[in-house]
């Protein structure tokens, strides 16, 4: 009944020859709602009555078109619209007029980075952990594991330059700000698995990034508890110039304060950068993409208490610390492009980038524990207090850890799009100088003798004391054809390609087919089906070739994946609104796999060792107008993944990422007829992951830790829109001010994201649970103009 304020709106969207136009956008101007067309070019909306609305139609290569309307309760409005192709050079290294999109990427809307509540600002990066195949244990993060890989198997463009990440972050307390600035983005691109030659050596995922171009003057801020955002744009007079630019601060101070290890927190993290274009000509132009990050995490532990166990047999381990950490992230890139587009079906790019981090990580903390078992008699009156002491210890952590490393590259792309081809090729030369040095030790008393114990002398229970220092290159680059295959009936379009790389310090020369086949058949039903695959492979960077002494194997070969992905989307109507079906079957062999461990975001790899594997599963995904108007979805993903390590006599093992089930959801609504009251909810649950003793051995690593659960709720509310203009000089300029309220771990949940391991008078290892951040509110307050 409450729907009934509204009204329908429908239509068909054609180019300008007349045909149908897929995936064209519809939206609403201002406000929450919008849509995209099924085959047919077809659309239908339900949109607020008795105002006046704007709708904005809109697609790659075309003119975006408005049309402002008024309608009345439970009208059905028919508007049919018909694009004009836009001439204008663009940069991008794809020239495409074809009418639907060939490629094995999903695209995002940019515009839910901004109600997506989460803890770490990353708004991209939130966006990217709801999607099928993508899971995350840890809201302080922004990283995510994809289909049974590790963080550093991931690939992330901005602008078409690769992203890196500082190196030694161990937590995601200590991580900061992402690279990515969601206030900036245009474009989001991302693929799960079986992408293309086009994109790197890395074994996981790809994440495109496209930065924005601006057309016209505009601005936005936001502030919350959890720190600021500001971004401005503009295009100059005579359009030759554009810029857009942002500063980001963040702590996340608030929010370490729910965790169970109390004391001074610290953390003060700020990113600055920019985009800028230069138009020399209609044919030529420059751009450049420029950041600075400074990350710095200062903590002084005081007290730490944790109840863990079990309703019939519960524990208490409480600790009193002494010492500091402080740790400092600083990175930089700059990045030069230069494009130049003789024609409309031939572009050249040459890019030229440069990055570089300075890291430091410094502590000494000593730590006195107390380990209990508690009285879970209901009945008695000293129900939740210690009845017996179960142990004593001590340890003493102690780092000073350094890195330096930088990385020079220079490539060049180009794209060549003919009536029935789409040929793009790319050279690229890189320079890496990294010089790492670790000074880490830990020492562990227990209940009156050292861990491990001699009877002969003291030994430290772990130490790593290297200096490596590494000057290499690399040469690496691909040729990719995608091209419509003729058929009677149906549509099929097929890409295959080759990539190759050279790294000198291991002297592997690597090649590594790819291919992906679209299949759109000539039925009533809107179906599409896909299959992708080829051989992906992933030379090490760095940490993989260290084992856990911190010692180098120059032995190392590059991890191999051989990987098929069969997938379909089914486009259909429920409740006469559009909804999409998305559903991938995968199958990964891995081949030269560097075993590691995990503990919390920090991978220790053992590059000693080598292992086979596989990562099997199955991904499912449901987005359409649950509500009327507004997108949601919902994400199912079932995985199996594990390695057998060469010689160790153990046979098959889980990996690190062996999450059975992982559950995401990311629903919007509003108040009927009042759209200026929005609700954003985002919900994670993700089955138990595997875990490990410290210092145990790979194969030990099979006890599993609690499943990850987690909901997050936002409310907003509209204070200056299109229907709501303020009359104060002051906010005349004002084209959006919102009040947003989120909580942030609705549920209070404990998640588990760690263990420290505790030792008993006997002997006996506990694990005790650390935990994540407990529920939280937060307020914030978004400007735009």
Do not use: C
Request: aromatic letters at 14%; glycine letters at 8%; proline letters at 4%.
């Amino acid at each position: 009944m409450a729907q009934r304020s509204n009204a329908t709106v429908f239509g068909i969207v054609r180019g300008e020859n007349g045909q149908p136009v897929e995936l064209a956008n519809v939206a609403l101007k201002n406000l929450p709602i919008g849509t995209t067309t099924d085959r047919q070019g077809k659309y239908l909306l339900r949109v607020p009555a008795n105002q006046e609305i704007t709708f904005i139609y809109s697609y790659t290569g075309y003119h975006t078109q408005e049309k402002s309307i008024r309608v009345i309760r439970e009208e059905r409005l028919e508007i049919n619209i018909q694009l004009e192709i836009n001439t204008e050079e663009i940069d991008e290294v794809e020239v495409s007029g074809r009418k639907r999109a060939n490629s094995n990427m999903s695209r995002i809307d940019p515009v839910f980075t901004s109600s997506m509540p989460n803890a770490t600002g990353s708004g991209v990066e939130a966006l990217i952990k709801t999607l099928p195949g993508v899971s995350s244990n840890n809201e302080l993060s922004a990283q995510y594991s994809v289909r049974g890989g590790n963080f550093d198997e991931n690939l992330v463009y901005v602008n078409d330059i690769e992203i890196y990440r500082p190196f030694l972050v161990r937590s995601g307390q200590q991580e900061g700000l992402s690279f990515i600035h969601s206030d900036m983005v245009s474009t989001i691109e991302f693929s799960a698995g079986g992408f293309d030659a086009k994109y790197g050596d890395k074994m996981a995922s790809v994440l495109d990034i496209k930065y924005r171009k601006p057309t016209e003057f505009k601005g936005s801020t936001s502030v919350s508890l959890l720190g600021a955002t500001m971004h401005v744009e503009d295009l100059s007079e005579n359009k030759k110039l554009s810029y857009i630019g942002g500063v980001r601060y963040k702590t996340n101070r608030y929010l370490l304060g729910s965790l169970d290890e109390q004391g001074d927190y610290d953390p003060n993290f700020i990113d600055i950068q920019t985009y800028i274009t230069y138009h020399f000509s209609d044919r030529f132009d420059l751009s450049f993409l420029g950041n600075v990050a400074r990350n710095n995490y200062h903590f002084v532990p005081e007290t730490r208490e944790t109840t863990f166990g079990t309703f019939q047999t519960a524990y208490n381990t409480k600790i009193y610390f002494e010492g500091q950490e402080k740790d400092q992230f600083a990175t930089s890139l700059g990045a030069l492009s230069a494009n130049y587009h003789p024609n409309n079906q031939l572009n050249l790019k040459f890019i030229a980038s440069a990055f570089q981090t300075r890291e430091e990580v410094n502590y000494d903390i000593l730590g006195d524990y107390y380990l209990n078992e508690l009285e879970r008699d209901l009945a008695s009156e000293s129900h939740g207090d210690s009845v017996l002491n179960l142990g004593v210890g001590t340890f003493l952590n102690h780092a000073r850890n350094k890195l330096e490393a930088s990385v020079f590259s220079f490539s060049h792309k180009g794209a060549y799009n003919s009536t029935s081809h789409l040929l793009n090729w790319e050279v690229k030369f890189q320079i890496e100088d990294i010089d790492d040095r670790m000074n880490e030790w830990e020492m562990r008393d227990s209940t009156g003798y050292s861990l491990p114990y001699s009877d002969e002398e003291v030994k430290l229970f772990r130490v790593v004391n290297t200096n490596n220092q590494m000057r290499t290159s690399r040469f690496s680059g691909h040729l990719q054809d995608t091209y419509a295959v003729p058929i009677n009936k149906g549509e099929l379009y097929f890409t295959g390609g080759l990539r190759f790389h050279y790294w000198d310090y291991s002297e592997e020369f690597l090649l590594s087919p790819r291919f992906a086949i679209k299949y759109y058949p000539d039925w009533h039903a809107n179906f599409a089906f896909r299959l992708s695959g080829g051989i992906y492979q992933q030379p090490a960077f760095f940490k993989e070739l260290k084992d856990r002494d911190g010692n180098i194997n120059p032995n190392v070969k590059a991890q191999k994946s051989t990987q098929f992905v069969l997938g379909s989307d089914y486009l259909f109507q429920a409740w006469d609104r559009p909804f999409k079906l998305t559903s991938e079957l995968y199958y990964k062999y891995f081949s030269h796999l560097i075993p590691y461990q995990i503990d919390n975001v920090q991978i220790r790899y053992l590059g000693n060792q080598e292992a086979t594997g596989y990562a099997a599963g199955l991904d499912f995904k449901v987005n359409g107008e649950f509500v009327s108007g507004v997108q949601s979805w919902a994400s199912l993903s079932l995985l199996q993944t594990k390695e057998n390590i060469v010689g160790d006599g153990y046979g098959w093992i889980p990996r690190p990422t062996d999450q059975t089930i992982n559950l995401s959801l990311f629903f919007q609504d509003y108040f009927p007829g009042n759209p200026s009251y929005k609700m954003h909810l985002a919900a994670f649950f993700g089955s138990r992951l595997p875990t490990g003793p410290p210092n145990g051995e790979r194969y030990q690593d099979t006890f599993r830790m609690p499943p990850y659960r987690r909901l997050d709720i936002g409310f907003s509310k509209v204070l200056i829109g299109p229907e709501t203009r303020s009359s104060s000089q002051l906010l005349k300029q004002v084209e959006d001010l919102s009040l947003s309220l989120e909580v942030l771990n609705l549920l209070d949940i404990n998640n588990t994201v760690s263990y420290f391991w505790a030792s008993s008078h006997s002997g006996d290892m506990f694990a005790v649970p650390n935990y994540l951040t407990n529920r939280k509110l937060n307020l914030k307050l978004t400007v735009k103009f």
